[in-house]
């Protein structure tokens, strides 16, 4: 357990909604990630963080924001939801270069 | 770019039997790389590592083996048992920032 917790697990929301999901951890990780997974993708780099107000994007950053105002806490919005973003979303944290991901959050765009 | 490739599943197997999941990449420098495991409604964990060529890792009966060679990491169980069925995932991570480019996942389905 990396002490990791993402809210909401499960969430149905209508396109042009905002969302925003939330990861918490609890044990001071410097670098946390924001992952997609989707059916024959695998998982792909949304966005990342390296400290307080310090992120960048990463592989498929179009149509997401993320913000870091607390080291324990990265937030993933969704300014406008769209169907193709309904995926399951893995927060990740790095701890001694290895990275050790959330439960994950389901979110259906409908 | 980094990039992996995993072999396409299902991947079906009884129970006892071997299992080898085959994993290529393709990197500048010097990648660590990843094993890591998703069962059913879960996240991913992470099953096992290597971080130079020629390391093993090894964890609850899987092992895979950092071939720079080859540029393989192929996942390799003796005897797989039903409780192993899942969804494998072969990783990679460069030398900055630990992000990790991932393949498609192979799923594994055991039976009695």
């Known amino acids: 357990d990396a002490g990791i917790t993402q809210s909401p697990r499960h969430k149905v929301t209508e396109t042009g909604t905002p969302v925003t999901l939330r990861c918490h951890q609890t044990?001071?990780?410097?670098?946390m990630y924001w992952y997609r997974q989707d059916p024959g993708h695998g998982l792909r780099l949304i966005h990342y963080?390296?400290?307080?107000?310090?992120?960048d994007k990463g592989e498929v950053s179009d149509g997401y924001s993320v913000s870091r105002s607390k080291t324990e806490d990265f937030l993933l919005t969704l300014e406008s939801a769209t169907s193709s973003q309904t995926s399951v979303y893995f927060c990740?944290?790095?701890?001694?270069?290895?990275?050790?991901f959330g439960e994950g959050s389901w979110l259906t765009v409908v | 770019g980094n990039s992996v490739t995993q072999m396409e599943g299902p991947v079906t197997l009884s129970e006892e039997a071997f299992l080898t999941i085959n994993c290529t990449y393709t990197?500048?420098?010097?990648?660590?790389l990843f094993w890591y495991v998703q069962y059913p409604g879960e996240g991913l964990q992470l099953l096992l590592k290597?971080?130079?060529?020629?390391d093993k890792g090894s964890n609850k009966g899987f092992e895979a083996t950092y071939r720079k060679e080859t540029t393989s990491f192929h996942l390799e169980k003796g005897s797989v048992q039903v409780s192993d069925s899942a969804v494998y995932f072969c990783a990679l991570a460069g030398s900055t920032a630990s992000k990790l480019t991932f393949g498609t996942g192979t799923r594994l389905q055991v039976t009695l």
């Open positions: 990740a944290i790095d701890s001694g270069n290895t990275i050790y």
């Open positions: 963080s390296y400290g307080v107000k310090d992120t």
């Open positions: 044990e001071n990780h410097r670098y």
């Open positions: 290597a971080t130079k060529a020629d």
């Open positions: 990197a500048t420098g010097y990648p660590s």
